[in-house]
């Protein structure tokens, strides 16, 4: 009941902001703040939520931009691509010009094709495949490293410091998880450590006993997962009842407490590619502090990613003097920025020129720390 | 024992776990379509609701201070069944009932309707995301060679095994003796003859609702245990896998159910063991199709008579 009573409130809340808007809407500039708010990776987006919520709050005390006070919208896409096409459509029918998301590659790449025929800035802060910035589009850039540079960091590790025998590849079979497991694979081959196996799971799947027996009879002493934490999760604390006892190693789409809760123990230990820890850099303790005040948590890999999208945006704006996403597009490429996430430069295609992933170790208490 | 026979064994322990509970859930599509010729969507939904009520009560009772494990599981088996089967029950009494008599594709979408429903009800009053719960039953058998390939058998698969076979026991002897069972293989024969013959079949169609819930908060309260994980779409796998389960088996056959669970559980975890584990859903559903092709009744499933 409590909560009926709060979601009541919540959008008491909603309605009376947007009734005040509405009203000092010549002084307003929305921003739209795509990625799933709801669906099994919510907490993704709960992040990319954080991070603008705080960079639209500190540009806002700051007296805004242009005499503009930032408004940030919440559109949901639950990280399914129809509904993210969905989600784009009325984006631009809303009339809003400037975009951080979405989230997973999956649902941005639809969403691209229509941000830059409708003429709308999008940046994303958490979307690492490389086919989303391949397509020649001006107005779509990202605040976070690409899949081939976390795959062959990982690869890198797996062969400069853990050096294991025989190594297994798994993959959720989505856009994501198979593409950074791809870059793994390739990186690996490359240097004469062919993986034993390569396989994929389905999504959803409840069930890895049978994959786990497999990894057990091919003495498997490696292997690195490409996709998200609640399938990983099930391996890990499956593999752990079954007395399997490989190092495992993920992407940063398995880095959040969830995978702790899922997997209890057995978490403790696995290594993970992510964004460096940005809440950790002294450039960003007040932001920290600010975030912590309002009772969130500021540690997540999309947080300041979301953040530096948002400072990307609105120094182009405050640049130019102008809100037209083609004329930001164009400062954007031309100029590199120091933000949230450190010194951020930009290529032809819209991809950072510097990778933004550190190699972590993840703990059964939900933190990381760098690995050896 | 070689490596090959010990890996062929534990991929088999592994199928035959899983079968099993893919046959508690198969249970309720096969006796609803058995009695009322209707295909009950909803039915994933009604296990998923079982495996939430079950994770709540044991998280309840642990914060209470409460040890006890067989204590724990008991209570939360008896209270994750009682609220699925009004679930059940509720569905049947609302999305079904007002349209009995109807176009049988009527039903069907009302059903589909109430799925969704259910999904995003759960969804919004408990939250999208994973919910966890530790592991309870833990240890098990282990044997082999270790150097040579060690087979394990946890405590958690022989307790799925062990309540599987208690559950589809007494499920027949209570479709075999009892004069409720009788009354639901009367209906299953002819429902209009059966209601002429002064027996309330209103009352004998929800019954099977009741029951088919019932078995599936059961196999909710056993995936819940195994995978420790729940969040509110396990049910629509979990339904097609069982509803395939059923279908395999012969719809409408309480012995095929059971028999096509355990055949769907081990195709693939056979599967998975000797090809890359994409093919399983493949293999699984190809079977599925060749059977349905050199008998279309399902393995145990009796021919339709077309009646005039």
């Known amino acids: 009941m409590k909560k009926i009573a709060k979601k009541l409130m919540t959008l008491g809340t909603v309605a009376a902001l947007a009734g005040a808007v509405s009203i000092a809407n010549a002084e307003t500039l929305k921003i739209g703040l795509a990625g799933p708010a709801t669906g099994p990776v919510a907490q993704y987006g709960d992040m990319q939520k954080i991070g603008v919520m705080a960079a639209i709050d500190d540009i806002n005390k700051a007296g805004g931009i242009n005499g503009m006070q930032l408004e940030g919208v919440i559109y949901d896409d639950a990280c399914d691509p129809k509904q993210a096409v969905a989600v784009a459509n009325k984006i631009v029918n809303d009339g809003i010009q400037h975009v951080v998301g979405h989230l997973c590659s999956s649902s941005t790449e639809p969403a691209t094709d229509i941000y830059e025929e409708e003429g709308v800035l999008m940046i994303t802060a958490a979307s690492t495949s490389p086919t989303i910035t391949e397509k020649g589009f ?29 190594i297994a590849v798994i993959h959720d079979k989505q856009q994501y998880g198979e593409g950074l497991a791809t870059a793994v694979k390739s990186k690996l081959e490359g240097n004469n450590l062919t993986p034993v196996m390569f396989e994929g799971v389905t999504p959803g799947d409840k069930d890895f006993s049978a994959l786990i027996a497999k990894l057990k009879k091919n003495n498997i ?17 499956q593999s752990s009842e079954k007395g399997f006892n490989a190092q495992f190693m993920g992407p940063e789409g398995i880095v959040n407490s969830d995978l702790a809760k899922i997997a209890g123990d057995a978490v403790e230990g696995v290594l993970a590619t992510a964004p460096k820890s940005f809440d950790q850099n002294p450039v960003n303790q007040a932001r920290v502090e600010a975030i912590k005040a309002k009772g969130e948590d500021p540690t997540g890999p999309f947080v300041f990613t979301a953040y530096a999208a948002v400072e990307v945006m609105t120094n182009a704006i405050k640049a ?41 170790q993840l703990h059964k208490d939900g933190t990381k720390t760098p690995a050896q | ?125 408990q939250g999208y995301r994973d ?7 833990v240890g098990g058998w282990t044997f082999g060679d270790p150097s040579v390939f060690e087979v394990t058998v946890s405590y958690m698969q022989l307790m799925i095994w062990a309540a599987t076979l208690i559950t589809m026991t007494a499920l027949t002897l209570f479709i075999s003796r009892s004069r409720m069972g009788r009354a639901c293989r009367a209906c299953s024969e002819d429902l209009g003859m059966t209601n002429l013959l002064g027996i309330d079949t209103n009352k004998i169609i929800a019954l099977t609702f009741i029951v088919g819930a019932a078995l599936a908060a059961i196999a909710g309260l056993l995936l819940g245990l195994y995978y420790g994980v729940v969040n509110p779409f396990v049910g629509f796998i979990a339904g097609l896998k069982a509803f395939t389960a059923a279908v ?17 559980g081990v195709t693939e975890a056979m599967t998975a063991a000797f090809f890359p584990s994409e093919y399983k859903d493949v293999v699984a559903f190809g079977l599925l199709v060749l059977i349905l092709l050199f008998r279309p009744s399902g393995l145990l499933g009796k021919p339709e008579v077309e009646k005039v």
Do not use: C
């Open chain 1, 138 to 166: 001006q107005l779509i850039f990202r605040t976070i490293g690409l899949d081939s540079l976390q795959g062959s960091l990982a690869a890198d590790h797996i062969l400069g410091t853990v050096k294991p025998q025989r």
């Open chain 1, 221 to 237: 002493d490696f292997v690195y997962y490409g996709g998200y934490h609640p399938e990983l999760g099930l391996i890990l604390r």
């Open chain 1, 320 to 360: 130019t003097g102008k809100t037209d996403p083609f004329e930001l597009a164009d400062h954007i490429r031309a100029n590199s920025l120091d933000t949230a996430i450190g010194n951020v430069k930009y290529n032809e295609k819209g991809d950072l020129t510097e990778s933004t992933f550190l190699v972590y």
């Open chain 2, 1 to 125: 024992m070689s490596e090959f026979s010990l890996y062929l064994l534990q991929q088999l322990i592994n199928g035959l776990t899983i079968g099993s509970t893919y046959a508690l859930i198969a249970i309720g599509y096969t006796m609803v379509y058995g009695i009322i010729g209707m295909i009950n969507f909803a039915h994933g939904e009604i296990y998923m609701i079982g495996s939430y009520v079950a994770f709540i009560v044991i998280a309840g009772l642990l914060g209470m201070g409460l040890v006890s494990l067989p204590i724990i599981l008991i209570v939360a088996l008896i209270v994750a069944v009682v609220i699925s089967s009004t679930y059940g029950w509720t569905v049947e009494r609302v999305a079904y009932r007002p349209l009995r008599g109807s176009n049988r594709l009527i039903p069907l979408i009302s059903a589909i309707g109430m799925s969704i429903f259910l999904q995003n009800f759960v969804g919004i009053s």
């Open chain 2, 131 to 137: 919910v966890a719960l530790p592991p309870q039953v």
């Open chain 2, 248 to 264: 395999l088996g012969g719809i409408g056959s309480i012995p095929g159910a059971m028999l096509g669970g355990l055949v769907l």
